[in-house]
């Protein structure tokens, strides 16, 4: 019903940044959240940034003035800016969008920081 295609992933060396993507289709409502999500190996999927279709924004604390979370309603689109990464951050990124009662998930990329 939804699909998310999420991509922008890469090998980055600490203090780095990258700008991951995701682009949605298919029956999506016009009030939803979309946002991030990472999951490291052994380790719960963690929600990492999100932003509701009004504009409103959360964000991990382990993320917050490092990175910045946008979309663009009209292209169902969201991104996530990520800056003076750390190796802390390495993980496959999974890009959500959240409406009524089901959550869609992209198909994850991976990011990893050297030290």
């Known amino acids: 019903q939804v699909q998310l295609v999420d991509s922008g992933g890469g090998l980055v060396q600490a203090g780095g940044s990258l700008r991951l993507s995701c682009a949605a289709s298919?029956?999506?409502?016009?009030?939803?959240?979309m946002g991030w999500y990472r999951q490291a190996p052994g380790k719960q999927r963690d929600m990492v940034a999100r932003?509701?279709?009004?504009?409103?924004?959360n964000y991990a604390d382990s993320v917050k003035g490092r990175f910045t979370i946008s979309r663009d309603n009209a292209k169902n689109t969201v991104y996530l800016q990520m800056n003076s990464l750390k190796p802390e951050d390495t993980a496959v990124y999974y890009c959500?969008?959240?409406?009524?009662?089901?959550?869609?998930w992209g198909q994850g990329t991976q990011v990893t920081v050297s030290s």
């Open positions: 298919g029956s999506i409502f016009s009030i939803n959240t």
């Open positions: 959500n969008l959240a409406q009524r009662t089901t959550y869609y």
């Open positions: 932003m509701t279709s009004g504009g409103s924004t």
